[in-house]
């Protein structure tokens, strides 16, 4: 009849003009096949592109091909920093600080050369702008211009470390010139006088290899050629970051070559991949992991406040099992907070001295704790996933790994919200599944989490020992007797057993085999297109 | 008339008022803090900055006294910043409205387009094949849960046949043509741009049909019973006797008193459809205000929350009112009542 | 999730159909019957469901996750090896009963509601009514979530969220149908003769008005089953690992090349559903005199 025949009309003419979009180039791309890179990767996290502002996850890939930091982290050595726009650096004469010579020759995107007043420009600004990033920093007195080509950095504790810090982006160098004018203030009042955030949300004035052109929120960032790179010429005339939040969309954007990079893939779609001719699956392992932290405290579950009942949850999970079958055998796990690729944590000492599954040690524990037939908590996570694997679907399979110990895992799905509040005010009842990435790529930071904040959430008071021995590898400088030290205290949290890592993803990105040099990295910017440019 | 008028318009507006009142206090009742999920750990840990934060969206001050704000600012026009985007929550509303627009006007046409006739048919052709099919087809549109529907049209069209354009409302690497009303297939014709509009129409299809198969089978089942009901009526076997031609007589006479009921059920559906569809727009990754409605409660944007709650709560009664009032105009004694 | 209410299907004119026993049989009680049937054998499944499955519903086996559809796994497993079809015959109690209760709890009390509203008229009226509309303009994702935010995730707390929201529509329609009945002559009749409102209401105005309702308690079942599903497809509703089937779906949803996980809770929820709705569908044309013929 008559309404039907239009409904199939409608369609048919619908699918047509599919199959004819796909085959046609569309005119918008006519030009990116050669000189532009597309990534496609979901931005939903970005809120602003302001360097001194930065907290979350997506943006500091943005950043770090826009400016770049004093030193810098090579890809998979997360040990050492290496020079960027600083070439040397030394301690201070009185030992207070750090003194750092400038690289010659480097110019901004505007043709300006780099001095040491931009670098006291923008340190100062993250400094008094007293936003999330200040905090790694607090321990910073103040800068100094010593010369042109020299700054110093005294610090008000000269035991913290700054290096492996000061290469995160949130300290990338700007140009003083350009950000003054639009309306940036470092100086002491720049918490409420500054206004340059807007600006530098569309536009840049850095010395990496591409400038910001524009931000469209949840759709693109597109960054242009800096014909001035110190570097030599980039390898593409364009960037265009988009925003594409579906894992499927991206699959079938990264095949038809719409876009190049394909980085949110879930483990699933990546191994449709493998036998790809035009697509190579480039992993990177991360630092970040999933871990789930168990409180002690004797009020919300008199079990957990054992020692051997929490260790036993530690010998009865299959994190083989999980690694292999939930994030398709790309992971590897850690001993404790100090992700592997860092000083002081290789799989190796995960098999000597890590926990790994072990039912009848588990079982073991449990009786030596006084639990014979096994104990309940809760097990709280939200709604949300990583790497593509669910926080819902990792609870179901500890649960069932636990049942086989005789500990029973009630799961509480809660909202992000009301989990973070929980967690971050001291007061989960039982266990929480949830995800640690680093600021910046410092031992430090996390194991000083550990005894700090995070021991607090679980209601730990650790021993005087246990934080000794983090001062201690924290201020080492032999890295032989630092990696000791850091095993000492490994053992401690092993033993302790407040927080049971899960898993450590290896980060599968698909790179289309037109672009060379795509780098990926763990240091937390997820990848440095610096030398990525098409192949011939 | 007129008092009738300004009394209901002055009630819709208090409702609409009440509704964010009830919101915002069940969302206080929450004991999450949404300001911790924007910080960072080590900050979310900082007592200062939580404080700074929180000082900064206004969030210190005792409850009623940001409800006072929120009120004032309604008046300006000013709906507050949402936490998660750190924007005006109007801008955020302003930027999905039009996806959502679009999506729920093809749809409601569809169903329009498709139901309309087919109840006529099934109602003039009344118990024969096209009336059982018709009830069919109406009867399974309206019991398929959405959700699955359209992760079955994804995973047939798109997946499997792969004829159909994935999600999102236009391909992953396209730019949206300059904005002057938000809807695509609207911007794009205005500057001529043929590409983004077949694209954009491409990408429109699957969703529409998703949510025009509830709608379908409302419009379908209100369109044959009203139209049985008219059928009945005197002056139509008045017009037969007069001799007029059937055709004449269902088109020309029955149809558009049949239409009325249509008219109101159709209404709240198509404002149902604008006040966004969660599940549609999450599954085909549309940038609309279901999608931002869901968002902004799971993180517990309370700005956020408020604003679509009163502009949900102002289209609904809006609409209502619509109806109401052309019920009165074309039935006096509905005013005394 | 509107549902239309409106006096049902009078007698056609055009083109009568000579109709045999069988099919006059049909008519009248063939499209209920067949909803009844449905929901029978739903209900069974859902008794027997521990006797129906083939293997419990939440045994973990990660080594067999996402099989096909095969004989030893009728309907494939899912992300965590579980037998897709043993959730399935499970989770048929979930959506049953939350279903039915979410509806029987807001018919009862809409239902008071409407009625007292209808019978006191007058002020009582209007603020029940304006209370009704309220309700009715909140957006019930929102409400939804903020209610499970409040109280925690659950079946409970779920049902809560969904009775909080799904009464007006009861409310509204027994208010119009107490309305009608209240003008009718024998209601007057019975004021003459002395009843009391009570007796009246009861013995006269409820069994006149409870058919519609009837009808939209059997339709709106199916509604509710829906919006609980979708409600834990969006994360709300049962704790896992409890088997659901819109939480199925939401567990499937990304995996379309294993499309059976998502595919299958789907198509029972549109079964269950079409149950009910054929039932109402015919019960309500079996209620409406003007239908009765030949």
């Known amino acids: ?536 | 008339m007129l008092r009738y008028i300004t009394s209901r318009v002055a009630i819709a507006a208090l409702m609409a008022v009440l509704a964010t009142l009830v919101i915002f206090l069940i969302a206080n009742t929450v004991p999450g803090d949404p300001v911790l999920t924007q910080l960072g750990d080590l900050a979310a840990s900082n007592p200062d900055y939580v404080a700074r934060f929180r000082a900064k969206w206004g969030l210190d001050l005792p409850l009623w006294e940001q409800y006072w704000v929120f009120l004032r600012g309604i008046v300006h026009g000013d709906l507050g910043m949402s936490i998660a985007s750190q924007r005006p929550v109007l801008d955020d509303i302003l930027q999905y409205a039009p996806a959502t627009i679009e999506l729920s006007t093809i749809a409601f046409a569809l169903s329009l387009l498709i139901g309309i006739p087919l109840g006529i048919l099934a109602a003039v052709r009344r118990d024969s094949w096209i009336d059982h099919v018709a009830r069919l087809v109406s009867l399974i549109g309206v019991s398929s849960p959405t959700f699955w529907l359209a992760f079955i049209m994804l995973a047939i069209f798109y997946g499997g046949l792969q004829i159909a354009p994935g999600p999102g409302r236009l391909d992953p690497i396209a730019f949206p043509p300059p904005t002057v009303t938000g809807l695509f297939l609207v911007d794009s014709a205005l500057v001529g741009d043929w590409d983004t509009f077949w694209d954009a129409a491409a990408h429109l299809v699957l969703p529409s049909i998703v949510l025009a198969a509830a709608t379908l089978g409302l419009i379908t089942r209100t369109t044959r019973a009203s139209m049985l009901e008219s059928l009945q009526q005197e002056y139509v076997r008045v017009a037969r006797a007069k001799g007029l031609r059937e055709t004449m007589i269902v088109t020309g006479h029955v149809l558009p008193n049949a239409l009325i009921p249509v008219v109101t059920l159709g209404g709240l559906a198509y404002a149902n459809l604008l006040t966004g569809a969660v599940m549609t727009e999450t599954i085909f990754s549309w940038p609309g205000l279901g999608r931002y409605t869901f968002q902004s409660a799971v993180s517990l944007d309370f700005p956020a929350i408020m604003g679509i709650t009163l502009m949900v709560a102002v289209v609904y009664l809006v609409i209502n009112l619509l109806i109401d009032f052309s019920y009165a105009l074309l039935d006096p004694r509905v005013v005394r009542r | 999730m509107t549902d239309a209410t409106f006096q049902a299907v009078p007698t056609a004119v055009v083109q009568p159909v000579p109709s045999s026993r069988a099919r006059r049989v049909w008519r009248r009680y063939g499209l209920a019957g067949v909803g009844a049937a449905i929901i029978c054998i739903w209900l069974l499944v859902a008794l027997a469901a521990p006797l129906l499955s083939p293997y419990a519903p939440d045994a973990v086996d990660v080594v067999n996750r996402l099989q096909p559809p095969s004989t030893a796994h009728w309907f494939g497993t899912d992300a965590l090896g579980r037998d897709v079809l043993a959730r399935l015959l499970y989770g048929s109690r979930i959506s049953l009963f939350t279903g039915t209760v979410v509806v029987l709890l807001s018919a009862v009390f809409g239902t008071v509601l409407g009625g007292i509203a209808a019978y006191a008229g007058g002020k009582i009226e209007e603020v029940i009514m304006r209370i009704t509309d309220l309700v009715l303009c909140f957006p019930p994702i929102i409400l939804a979530m903020a209610i499970a935010a409040a109280l925690g995730i659950g079946i409970t707390n779920t049902i809560i969220a969904m009775l909080v929201v799904w009464w007006p529509k009861f409310a509204r329609l027994a208010r119009s149908l107490v309305i009608v009945q209240r003008s009718r002559e024998y209601v007057e009749a019975a004021h003459v003769v002395g009843f009391g409102p009570g007796r009246v209401l009861m013995r006269h105005i409820i069994p006149n008005a409870i058919g519609p309702l009837i009808v939209l308690v059997t339709l709106d079942v199916g509604n509710a089953i829906i919006t609980f599903a979708g409600l834990s497809f969006l994360g709300l509703g049962v704790v896992p690992p409890t088997a659901e089937w819109g939480a199925m779906v939401s567990e499937g949803r990304e995996l379309v090349e294993q499309w059976w996980v998502a595919t299958f809770p789907g198509l029972a929820i549109l079964t269950v559903v079409l149950g009910f709705n054929f039932l109402g569908d015919g019960i309500r044309d079996w209620l409406d005199p003007k239908a009765r013929r030949r």
Request: hydrophobic share 40%; proline share 6%; charged share 20%.
């Open chain 1, 1 to 536: 009849m008559i309404f039907r025949s239009v409904r199939r009309r409608a369609f048919l003419i619908a699918t047509a003009i599919g199959a004819v979009l796909a085959a046609l180039p569309s005119a918008s791309d006519a030009a990116a096949p050669r000189n532009t890179l597309v990534i496609g990767v979901d931005t939903s996290d970005t809120i602003t592109l302001d360097p001194a502002r930065m907290s979350q996850y997506t943006p500091p890939m943005t950043l770090k091909a826009a400016y770049e930091t004093l030193v810098t982290m090579d890809p998979g050595d997360y040990v050492n920093v290496k020079p960027q726009l600083a070439t040397k650096w030394e301690r201070t004469a009185d030992g207070k600080g750090y003194r750092f010579t400038l690289r010659d020759g480097v110019k901004f995107a505007s043709g300006d050369v780099m001095t040491a007043e931009d670098v006291k420009f923008s340190l100062d600004r993250v400094l008094n702008l007293k936003d999330q990033p200040a905090q790694y920093i607090a321990h910073v007195d103040r800068i100094e211009v010593v010369d042109p080509k020299t700054v110093d950095v005294i610090l008000k504790d000269p035991s913290q470390p700054l290096l492996t810090i000061l290469a995160a982006p949130a300290f990338s160098i700007y140009e003083k010139k350009i950000v003054a004018q639009h309306g940036g203030i470092s100086d002491s009042s720049a918490k409420d006088a500054d206004k340059a955030t807007q600006w530098l949300d569309q536009n840049s004035a850095g010395t990496g290899p591409y400038k910001i052109a524009g931000w469209e929120r949840n759709a693109t960032i597109q960054l242009v050629k800096n014909p001035n790179y110190w570097r030599g010429q980039p390898g593409f005339e364009r960037v265009v970051i988009r925003h594409i939040g579906d894992s499927a969309a991206q699959l079938l954007a990264v095949r038809r070559g719409d876009v190049d990079v394909a980085f949110n893939l879930i483990p699933e779609q990546i191994a449709t991949l493998k036998d790809n001719p035009e697509i190579v699956v480039q992993r990177e392992p991360s630092l970040d992991f999933v871990y789930m932290a168990v409180t002690q405290e004797p009020e919300f579950n008199p079990a957990l406040a054992k020692k051997q009942a929490r260790q036993a949850i530690g010998y009865a999970i299959d994190y083989d099992g999980i690694r292999d079958a939930l994030v398709g055998g790309s992971a590897i796990r850690p001993v404790s907070f100090l992700p592997i690729g860092t000083n002081g944590s290789t799989e190796q000492l995960t098999r000597e001295i890590g926990f790994r599954q072990d039912l009848d040690k588990a079982k073991q524990l449990l009786a030596e704790a006084g639990l014979p037939d096994g104990f309940s908590f809760e097990l709280s996570y939200g709604n949300a996933s990583i790497v593509g694997v669910s926080y819902q679907l990792l609870a179901q399979k500890i649960q069932s790994d636990l049942a086989r110990a005789g500990i029973k895992a009630n799961l509480n799905p809660m909202d992000q919200v009301n989990l973070r509040t929980q967690f971050t005010t001291n007061k989960s009842p039982g266990g929480v599944l949830t995800f640690w990435n680093p600021p910046a790529v410092e031992n430090q930071l996390w194991a000083s989490a550990t005894v700090e904040r995070v021991a607090r959430r679980v209601h730990w008071q650790p021993p005087q020992e246990v934080k000794d021995v983090v001062s201690r590898a924290a201020a080492e400088t032999d890295l032989q007797k630092q990696a000791q030290l850091w095993r000492q205290y490994q053992e401690a949290m092993v033993d302790n057993a407040n927080l049971v890592i899960l898993f450590q993803p290896i980060y599968q990105v698909a790179v289309r085999k037109r672009v060379a040099g795509f780098q990926l990295t763990g240091a937390g910017w997820m990848a440095d297109f610096s030398a990525a440019k098409p192949v011939q």
